[in-house]
């Protein structure tokens, strides 16, 4: 009788656990790759993905329905921007509550659904956790502001004024005015490295670390399989508060140009990543950076060499190559690929205009999109994709300053217009608001919905979408493309980029003619293979044994025979 409880109790148990185990299984493969290295990421952002409720705002009853056209895809991991309750200042970059969801997204009972639906079609769950700062209206902040003596007051950074009221120092937010602001009630300023309504947490006090690391694990437990990680540089401040080095000119918002020497990249941040890590080790999760760097060196800081840090710090310098340039890939390439990290590569994202738009020329943007997709998902590390780049998805930059909602924009017009333009509605058909509510959305979809739609391109073998399903499932399919090396080829090339995988033997070349005139290179190949047989390419490209015809702008994805 004792027996039969026992085990009615360890299947329970089971029962119980399971759900969570089977978020993270599969972890490591045979040769030791972790999941996350055979993964393509997805971010999305869930006010603009899909909107199951039609009031013009998106939801997680969206995503979920969705689910099974990411996975379809060839999505293995979708990064939701923040969706936690939010007075929406920064459009859930400021949190007022790290465990619980929007309303406006729905509840977690909503949550718990997605992640359910996700398991069932391989999709697992990325959440963004805003670490720097919270929300003005957070309990914690609420509490510390109360009083001087309030237990909360070391949770965020408070100094007093300098002689004549003024802020403590130099520094200036990142959007705009001073990076201070004075409290009347209890004579202090706090800092807010970003918009007055973020105030910074204190990560010097151990009562921070704790309660911010207790949210990773409190949604580990849901099945969150990691975090994105908002704007580690900016975690620690200098005890000293000096100033920072003013420089030439002004900024967008018209503010002294200042090199942010004191209060970014301070050592303390590896500190915190490195024991967050240990915490994501014990649910196999994976941590991905918001790493704005500026050269290798300190992207390596981010990996954390022995000291395990950030496993996919995202490579931000591969998006300052803003035009078609081999040479200049090249050099990029090769700088991640000699960290000693898996690369983290990304083209575009909420923050910077869209890929269509940076790398297109207004005439080629279609082929432009491709190009920019096969080269990205065929190289070595880590994709990252923003929602909708799979359709060719532009930007629709608001036109006047009253249709401007992103207060950066409103703050900094015209000179800085603000993030709208990369954040509209996913365009889903060709049907009003591009099918992505019935309702007028937060955001208008631009005109060019009408043809750059899921369902419009789905039925067109030589759509974007389509072109991006191809090379995604090409990826996934080829053990070579997933593990294998990068070597560039023919590196004086200045119109065609190109380059070999090659894993246990086999090699797969990839040629992108990132010019708008023909190309007709030829490769010296491994082995003296001298037959390419074609795995992906765009119409008109070829080849005859070891030359490769690639028309403007051509992609030529072969297997080296
Ligand atoms: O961005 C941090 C960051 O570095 C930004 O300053 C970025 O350079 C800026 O958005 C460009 O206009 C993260 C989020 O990605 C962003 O959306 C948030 O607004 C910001 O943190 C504050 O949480």
């Known amino acids: 009788m004792r027996k039969n409880l026992y085990v009615a109790l360890l299947l329970s148990l089971v029962a119980i656990t399971c759900p969570f185990i089977s978020a993270q299984k599969n972890s490591v493969d045979a040769e030791g790759h972790e999941w996350w290295q055979h993964a393509v990421f997805y971010e999305l952002y869930p006010r603009s993905f899909a909107d199951s409720n039609n009031d013009g705002v998106g939801d997680l009853n969206g995503i979920t329905s969705k689910m099974k056209y990411l996975h379809e895809l060839g999505v293995d991991a979708i990064w939701i921007?923040?969706?936690?309750?939010?007075?929406?200042?920064?459009?859930?970059?400021?949190?007022?509550?790290?465990?619980?969801?929007?309303?406006?997204?729905?509840?977690?009972?909503?949550?718990?659904?997605?992640?359910?639906?996700?398991?069932?079609?391989?999709?697992?769950?990325?959440?963004?956790?805003?670490?720097?700062?919270?929300?003005?209206?957070?309990?914690?902040?609420?509490?510390?502001?109360?009083?001087?003596?309030?237990?909360?007051?070391?949770?965020y950074v408070w100094h007093d004024p300098k002689p004549g009221n003024q802020p403590p120092n130099n520094w200036i937010s990142e959007f705009g005015g001073s990076a201070w602001k004075f409290d009347p009630a209890t004579g202090q300023y706090y800092y807010h490295y970003f918009y007055a309504e973020q105030p910074d947490l204190n990560w010097n006090n151990p009562a921070v670390e704790k309660a911010m690391f207790d949210v990773t694990r409190?949604?580990?437990?849901?099945?969150?399989?990691?975090?994105?990680?908002?704007?580690?540089d900016t975690l620690f401040e200098d005890p000293d508060l000096r100033d920072n080095p003013v420089q030439p000119g002004t900024t967008k918002f018209g503010d002294p140009n200042t090199e942010h020497k004191y209060n970014q990249k301070l050592p303390g941040v590896h500190e915190v990543l490195q024991n967050l890590r240990r915490v994501a080790d014990e649910h196999n999760a994976v941590l991905i950076g918001e790493t704005w760097t500026k050269n290798i060196d300190e992207l390596k800081e981010y990996y954390g060499g022995k000291n395990k840090e950030l496993q996919m710090p995202m490579d931000f310098m591969f998006t300052r190559v803003d035009k078609l340039d081999p040479a200049e890939f090249r050099r990029q390439i090769a700088a991640a690929d000699s960290s000693g990290g898996w690369p983290t590569y990304v083209i575009s994202n909420h923050d910077i205009p869209r890929s269509y738009n940076?790398?297109?020329?207004?005439?080629?943007?279609?082929?432009?999109?491709?190009?920019?997709?096969?080269?990205?998902?065929?190289?070595?590390?880590?994709?990252?994709?923003?929602?909708?780049?799979?359709?060719?998805?532009?930007?629709?930059?608001?036109?006047?300053?009253?249709?401007?909602?992103?207060?950066?924009?409103?703050?900094?017009?015209?000179k800085e217009i603000g993030r709208d333009g990369e954040r509209t509605p996913m365009q889903w058909s060709d049907a009003a608001n591009g099918g992505f509510s019935t309702h007028q959305p937060w955001l208008p979809v631009p005109a060019s919905t009408k043809t750059h739609n899921v369902a419009t391109e789905s039925k067109d073998p030589n759509s974007v979408l389509e072109f991006y399903r191809k090379v995604l499932a090409l990826r996934h399919s080829s053990p070579v493309l997933l593990d294998g090396n990068y070597t560039p080829l023919n590196e004086d090339d200045a119109n065609v980029m190109s380059?070999?995988?090659?894993?246990?033997?086999?090699?797969?070349?990839?040629?992108?003619?990132?010019?708008?005139?023909?190309?007709?290179?030829?490769?010296?190949?491994?082995?003296?293979?001298?037959?390419?047989?074609?795995?992906?390419?765009?119409?008109?490209?070829?080849?005859?044994?070891?030359?490769?015809?690639?028309?403007a702008l051509g992609v030529f994805i072969a297997e080296v025979q």
């Open 218 to 232: 409190w949604w580990y437990k849901r099945g969150v399989s990691g975090f994105r990680l908002d704007a580690v």
């Open 81 to 155: 921007t923040p969706c936690y309750p939010s007075p929406q200042v920064d459009f859930g970059y400021d949190v007022a509550d790290y465990e619980n969801i929007d309303p406006m997204y729905g509840t977690l009972a909503d949550f718990d659904h997605m992640v359910a639906e996700g398991k069932k079609q391989n999709v697992r769950i990325i959440l963004d956790y805003v670490i720097n700062h919270t929300s003005d209206q957070h309990k914690w902040f609420l509490a510390s502001k109360s009083s001087k003596t309030s237990a909360y007051r070391n949770w």
């Open 499 to 551: 380059y070999l995988r090659t894993y246990k033997g086999k090699s797969v070349l990839v040629a992108l003619n990132m010019s708008t005139s023909p190309q007709k290179p030829t490769f010296k190949l491994p082995n003296s293979a001298s037959n390419l047989k074609s795995l992906a390419a765009t119409p008109g490209a070829s080849s005859t044994g070891t030359e490769v015809s690639l028309p």
């Open 358 to 414: 940076r790398y297109g020329d207004g005439a080629h943007n279609d082929d432009i999109a491709k190009l920019m997709g096969a080269f990205y998902l065929t190289l070595r590390g880590t994709p990252i994709m923003y929602y909708g780049e799979e359709i060719g998805m532009e930007n629709n930059d608001p036109k006047r300053k009253e249709d401007v909602k992103d207060p950066e924009g409103r703050t900094g017009w015209p």
